[in-house]
């Protein structure tokens, strides 16, 4: 994956990257201290290179728009007939062509550290650029390249909005460079999707891109290799959607590589039985929530997992008549009932789904955006429906189904950015073989970091959060605040409203009303409150008055389960040069503690100050490293599967 441009080893027909053996524990360790260090010091970008673009850059701009036109042609030539290896003053001379066109087209050009970020991808690293750095426009310098050498680009976003906005906002730099540019739209037909991803570049979602590649899977029959591929496409005039994993760019990596892969992509059709279905999630749910924690089952809250007592299976015994004949075997009954505890103890309304129009809808946990067509498997979905008494959908019958991991590791060539992948370094090595490459800002930081304050009860915590609101608002600084859970949100809207501060709410629940709120958010005075604002992909523009108030002030209400989600909520403050700060106003009641903190949680509650935060930072540790073993076990557990069911052709 490391080659600036991949040749089509992948197969001619549907270039993609061959399977790679599992490497051992012990592969892995001495790879880290050998191959790692090579190939990231082969991925950092040279200053000298982003001097060379700017200085050619200039000599550029005295072309008329004919001749630039004509440079391009040339430019686009010889990097199809480079193939795989370009050579450094070709490179040069390409980005110097897009910051040009850039300039022409959209009224910005590139800076020289967007250039430095854009290189790192191309050598095949994950880019580490401070929020507010200009990823989105950093990231056409790369596709922009790629697109001209003959190679079909995908850039991946967070989701289906930035995706959309991205590609209609870079679309005319992509015309001007002679390059088609789509961004494909949820829910459309299969002819309009195929025609999009006919584009040289395409903006899409990780989830849009993977399921188009599992559909094309189930349309060559599975598990084939690239002869059976062609061979079926032709005699049975099989169309797929995809042409291809050539070349990737993820933006906001970390978000679509490492928090999202812990949920597989499953592609299924509805069953025969739904009735049944429908009445068994019922059952279940109704002989659930007459079982008592510590009698009936143990819970364990840090792994989500649940086991049943002797006394709880005695307790199914006695309740075998009330379900279904088909899930009245034990293994089927145990396993039915224990996914109706886990919809009831371990999956609430507000922070892991909301209701809808009389439908449950999946917040992710990530980026505080609903997921409507996104569905919990095995079972879970229809539980949760059951508890919240709303019609109860289908269950799926899988087709095909594969993770994120290893779809991403069949791009032939994948690179990203993000502003906080550090922390997750080992992980984007290990599972995807990108070394982490760290970008200069273009400005220094003003940003300022106030002491984490921390109190014994959250309504101590939330009359804080509206004081300290009210204070700076009425000095003319914009606030945001920042939450995990749409019930949280509410918490906090409720006790601004009762200190008299006027605020505005964005969380799954107000999502359509998102543009609005943003565009609103950098206002002189301005309060919002925003579930998991880190994942959104949106900056906050300030006005005037309030860049000369002092910027923005974010406050962070809870920890979250992992420590680069807080910084990417720290860093919505002082982008670009601006100025701004930042603090953490928490409290033992925080359920980061209830989930990972272990035995000493309940006493807690009595204190607050250094010996709370001491554990809040523990257990948002041990968080992260359950959120790593969880990960790693999907992997292994989707790896397994490949390998137990390919019997021809290469496992997908």
């Not at 040279?46 to 050619?56: E, H």
Request: net charge positive; glycine share 8%.
């Amino acid at each position: 994956m490391s080659d600036t441009f991949p040749t089509h080893s992948g197969g001619a027909f549907y270039p993609r990257a061959a399977v790679q053996p599992k490497k051992s524990k012990l592969d892995l360790w001495v790879e880290s201290f050998t191959t790692l260090p090579r190939r990231r010091l082969q991925a950092r970008p040279s200053r000298i290179f982003a001097w060379r673009v700017l200085s050619r850059g200039r000599k550029f701009a005295d072309l008329t728009d004919d001749q630039l036109d004509a440079e391009i042609k040339k430019v686009a030539h010889r990097l199809r007939a480079a193939r795989a290896k370009p050579r450094e003053a070709l490179l040069v001379q390409c980005f110097a062509l897009v910051r040009e066109c850039a300039g022409r087209e959209l009224g910005l050009r590139h800076y020289a550290t967007q250039i430095l970020g854009a290189r790192a991808v191309l050598n095949g690293a994950v880019a580490e650029m401070q929020t507010g750095e200009g990823k989105t426009l950093a990231i056409t310098l790369a596709a922009g390249t790629a697109a001209l050498a003959g190679r079909r680009v995908h850039v991946i976003t967070a989701n289906d909005y930035l995706a959309g906005r991205d590609a209609e906002t870079m679309r005319v730099l992509y015309t001007r460079l002679g390059l088609t540019c789509e961004a494909v739209v949820p829910d459309c037909s299969n002819d309009e999707r195929r025609d999009v991803f006919d584009a040289d570049i395409v903006y899409a979602s990780g989830k849009e891109v993977a399921f188009s590649f599992l559909r094309d899977r189930v349309a060559m029959g599975g598990r084939t290799g690239d002869i059976g591929l062609g061979a079926r496409a032709y005699f049975e005039n099989t169309q797929l959607l995809l042409p291809g994993l050539q070349f990737a760019i993820v933006d906001e990596v970390d978000s679509v590589m490492i928090d999202e892969a812990r949920t597989p992509l499953i592609l299924s059709v509805p069953p025969s039985d739904a009735e049944v279905e429908a009445e068994a999630s019922r059952s279940a749910y109704a002989i659930a929530s007459q079982m008592r924690e510590g009698k009936h089952f143990r819970l364990d809250r840090l792994r989500r997992q649940i086991e049943l007592t002797p006394a709880g299976h005695d307790h199914l015994d006695e309740c075998t008549e009330m379900m279904p004949e088909r899930w009245r075997p034990t293994p089927i009954l145990d396993d039915t009932i224990r996914t109706a505890l886990s919809a009831i103890h371990l999956h609430n309304l507000d922070e892991h789904y909301i209701l809808r129009d009389g439908k449950v809808e999946i917040v992710d946990e990530y980026t505080g955006r609903v997921m409507p067509d996104r569905s919990w498997s095995a079972g879970l979905h229809q539980a949760v429906e059951a508890k919240e008494q709303v019609d109860i959908t289908t269950r799926r019958v899988t087709l095909a189904q594969i993770t994120f991991q290893r779809f991403f590791q069949r791009y032939l060539h994948i690179g990203g950015m993000t502003g906080t992948a550090t922390e997750a370094a080992g992980e984007f090595w290990t599972v995807y073989g990108l070394p982490v490459v760290s970008i200069p800002t273009h400005k220094r930081s003003r940003r300022r970091t106030y002491p984490p304050q921390v109190f014994s009860r959250a309504a101590t915590k939330w009359a804080r959060v509206a004081k300290r609101a009210k204070e700076l608002s009425t000095r003319g600084r914009p606030v945001l605040i920042g939450t995990r859970t749409v019930a949280a949100s509410e918490a906090a809207s409720a006790v601004l409203t009762a200190h008299g501060v006027t605020h505005r709410v964005l969380s799954a629940a107000q999502d359509a009303d998102e543009a609005a709120i943003i565009a609103d958010a950098g206002r002189s005075g301005a309060v919002t409150v925003a579930t998991n604002m880190a994942g959104r992909g949106t900056d906050i523009l300030l006005d005037d008055q309030a860049r000369a108030a002092g910027g923005l002030h974010v406050i962070m209400t809870e920890c979250h389960s992992a420590r680069r989600i807080d910084r990417q909520l720290a860093g919505r403050a002082g982008r670009q040069g601006d100025p701004g700060s930042s603090e953490a106003i928490l409290s033992a009641e925080d359920s980061l503690l209830s989930e990972f903190g272990g035995s000493f949680t309940n006493s807690l509650s009595r204190f607050g100050g250094r010996a709370t935060l001491s554990v809040l930072t523990k257990a948002q540790s041990r968080a992260e490293r359950e959120h790593v073993r969880a990960r790693k076990k999907l992997l292994e557990l989707d790896e397994q599967l490949a390998e137990n069911l390919a019997f021809t052709g290469t496992p997908e």
